[in-house]
């Protein structure tokens, strides 16, 4: 069984400039989770998808993020403008509602 | 999300040596997991812990889910220098929300 995809790897932008991450779930699980983890600390939950739906984005700046979940399967995040303090890596996880959560390998931003 | 007190910080062990890790909270979790993030990578699952007592192995891992629901420990047999990482221990309540400790990080001395 194929895991969790996320692209790109990495990614280095200038402050105020935008930048979007993908991600691809394990085939068949309803949840899809954004996180950001910043160095030397554990995932910190964005956004939780229900299918198409958000179920929670109360962590979520939604100044200049913002995320969706076409047709219930790939979900983009996004970031605009971007700031220094937004350095970090970018989790998406997937699974089934109320059991455990399966992680991609991330997307590790930089901006300067 | 919930706090979660995750200790040691960190550890350096001898290869060999069987190590403890826990983590507590002051609320009631129904459901708590540990993972291991190498670097550059995400959290990988070791174990999930469904009910108070519980008691799971796999491999060389073995860990439990606090009867009071609110600690859980992993301890892991007969170290090898693969074990290096960070181990978080996570937990979720009613909201099904993954709350993550801080991370153990773990160092073996070949």
């Known amino acids: 069984e194929a895991g969790v995809a996320q692209s790109p790897r990495y990614k280095i932008i200038e402050k105020r400039q935008s930048v979007a991450f993908w991600c691809n779930p394990i085939?068949?699980?309803?949840?899809l989770y954004w996180y950001q983890q910043i160095l030397g600390q554990g995932p910190k939950l964005l956004i939780q998808f229900q299918n198409n739906g958000v179920v929670d984005d109360s962590q979520l700046p939604k100044d200049r993020f913002s995320a969706e979940r076409l047709k219930g399967v790939d979900s983009t995040l996004k970031i605009q403008p971007a700031k220094l303090e937004d350095s970090a890596v970018y989790l998406c996880?997937?699974?089934?509602?109320?059991?455990?959560?399966?992680f991609g390998p991330g997307t590790r931003l930089t901006v300067t | 999300g919930q706090q979660l007190n995750q200790s040691p910080q960190s550890m350096f062990i001898q290869e060999g040596e069987d190590v403890s890790m826990n983590c507590t909270s002051s609320s009631i979790f129904n459901t708590w997991l540990w993972y291991k993030q190498d670097p550059g990578e995400g959290p990988v699952l070791l174990i999930a812990?469904?009910?108070?007592?519980e008691l799971t192995s796999n491999g060389r891992l073995t860990a439990q889910f606090g009867i009071t629901r609110k600690d859980s420990f992993l301890n892991i047999s007969a170290s090898i220098p693969s074990d290096v990482g960070i181990y978080f221990c996570a937990g979720t309540r009613n909201d099904y929300k993954l709350s993550f400790g801080a991370g153990t990080t773990v160092t073996v001395r070949a």
């Open positions: 085939s068949g699980h309803a949840t």
């Open positions: 996880a997937t699974g089934l509602a109320g059991r455990e959560q399966y």
């Open positions: 812990l469904y009910k108070a007592g």
